[in-house]
């Protein structure tokens, strides 16, 4: 075997590298499309919650003149059809009058900031000023 034979069997430094550099840049694009995908899926999660206890909470109190006062996050959890689950992180607090308020905590920022801007179902108005800290609050009104 001559010097030529041996070189042409291995790949060069600079094909390697190549090489190397497609393969990274193909792992960080698929982490970054992953987070982006779990982003959007918690988005749209948590959106159709909120519609959905609001919708609930509008039902329970359709006949009554007002909302109650205080906590009404038991009281629509125990008489609803909703699971338990939808519940996670969310406070319902009635005015007595004729709004309550929907509360969400745990969402990562980005999250809190695009639900905010979406809408939150009929007579929903959001307040992200405490997104920083991962809590969006909706008020419902009649």
Sequence with gaps: ????????????LIETVLVLAIGLGLIVGGIVFFGQAQDA???NERTRNVVGISTEVRAQYRTAGSFPSGNI???VKDSSSIP???FRGVTLTGSGLQSFLLEM?????????????????????????RCSSGVLAVTYTR
């Design 41 to 43: 899926s918690d988005l």
């Design 73 to 75: 996050t038991n009281a």
């Design 84 to 86: 338990e689950s939808q």
């Design 105 to 129: 905590t745990g969402l990562k920022e980005k999250v809190c900031r695009r639900m905010a801007a979406s809408d939150m179902g009929p007579g929903g108005v959001t307040n992200a000023s």
């Design 1 to 12: 075997m001559n010097a030529r034979t041996l070189r042409k069997r291995g790949f060069t």
